[in-house]
């Protein structure tokens, strides 16, 4: 039996469905993301199994036990919220030491977990002091030493980087991860940032309109997305729609016309046959940018949009109408292509997906 199991779960808001997991499993000490823009059902879900919403239907189980309509204090499930909702007028060592409290445990036992989880988080000396009197990145970690003291069973986590600057959310993720590991907690994280998905999860429930699109581990989603949804919202993708004219089995290309009446010749390595509406998905770093045809499998183009990303520069092509993006991270300001500049772009069959038939 899984760790933790949701099925069936569904829950309405004014006749606008919030969350409707048919069934979802997740393993002892595993890491997952659900991962959605706004509205998606993601934070309705975790909610759910929290207890601070109560579905209309479905039922929850964690270690083979049904929580769907247990209290919040009957769970064991620790949290880290978005603003960490720390006590202001109480020191660190009384912020984690609460939940300890209210389960009656005793005071030499809490001072024992209090020492312990400020250890693990990497803040051993801060007892006597008040949270306005630390960072956005120390208060993450108290909040989630104070998750963590009474040793839950599952750890639920709601955007809990989302109020850091970039740099300091980019180090707690390594820290959240490690931490994470070293407890060997069953951990399920709220976000919509893809990155913090894709760099923390063993798996990743990219999440829809209340639904399920695709679960699967970072490279699957990333690599092998599964609808049209997942292929736009995870990462840069360029999705080609058209329609295939004639394929050219020996060779193993199909030309397909895009809407502008662009001929694109794609390789392909699933049977296609003229007339069928097809969808092929190429990563922008997949593309290969060159000053002259290598192949007659080359595109030609023209260059309309340039960026510099620092470690890459992103280019857009216009390609008859028809514009792909490519990351180009082999150039440098002396090779770097120009608006209006030609190009020929080398698609390689690895890099090109059928998305939807």
Request: hydrophobic fraction near 35%; glycine fraction near 8%.
């Amino acid at each position: 039996m899984a760790f933790v199991e949701i099925r069936e779960l569904k829950k309405t808001f004014k006749n606008v469905v919030a969350s409707d997991v048919e069934h979802l499993t997740i393993e002892e000490g595993e890491f997952i993301s659900l991962l959605g823009p706004s509205g998606c059902g993601k934070t309705t879900t975790l909610r759910c199994i929290a207890g601070s919403i109560e579905p209309d239907s479905g039922s929850i189980f964690v270690r083979g036990r049904e929580i769907t309509h247990m209290p919040i204090n009957k769970r064991k499930l620790g949290f880290v919220f978005q603003d960490y909702a720390l006590f202001p007028h109480m020191t660190i060592f009384d912020n984690i030491a609460y939940g300890l409290r209210y389960r009656d445990v005793s005071k030499v036992e809490i001072k024992k977990k209090v020492s312990k989880s400020l250890e693990l988080v990497g803040l051993p000396d801060f007892e006597d002091r008040y949270p306005h009197q630390l960072s956005g990145g120390q208060q993450q970690r108290i909040a989630f030493a104070r998750s963590v003291v009474y040793e839950p069973d599952v750890l639920l986590l709601d955007e809990p980087l989302s109020n850091l600057d970039f740099k300091l959310r980019k180090a707690m993720r390594f820290e959240l991860k490690r931490m994470q590991r070293r407890l060997k907690i069953t951990t399920i994280f709220v976000t919509h940032d893809q990155q913090e998905a894709l760099s923390l999860s063993d798996r990743v429930v990219v999440m829809n309109g209340g639904r399920v699109e695709q679960l699967g581990t970072p490279n699957e989603i990333y690599e092998n997305p599964r609808t049209l949804f997942v292929a736009d919202f995870i990462g840069s993708t360029n999705i080609i729609q058209g329609t295939v004219t004639h394929c050219d089995t020996g060779r193993g290309i199909c030309h397909v016309k895009t809407s502008s009446e662009q001929q694109i010749p794609v390789p392909f390595r699933i049977s296609l046959e003229a007339g069928e509406k097809v969808h092929f998905i190429i990563k922008p770093e997949k593309i290969e940018l060159r000053k002259a045809r290598e192949s007659e499998h080359d595109i030609e183009g023209r260059i309309s949009g340039v960026s510099y990303l620092g470690a890459a520069f992103n280019y857009e092509i216009d390609v008859g109408g028809f514009l792909l993006e490519a990351l180009d991270s082999q150039g440098d300001y002396n090779t770097q292509y120009e608006i209006g500049d030609p190009v020929f772009l080398g698609l390689n069959p690895a890099g090109i997906k059928i998305l939807q038939r």
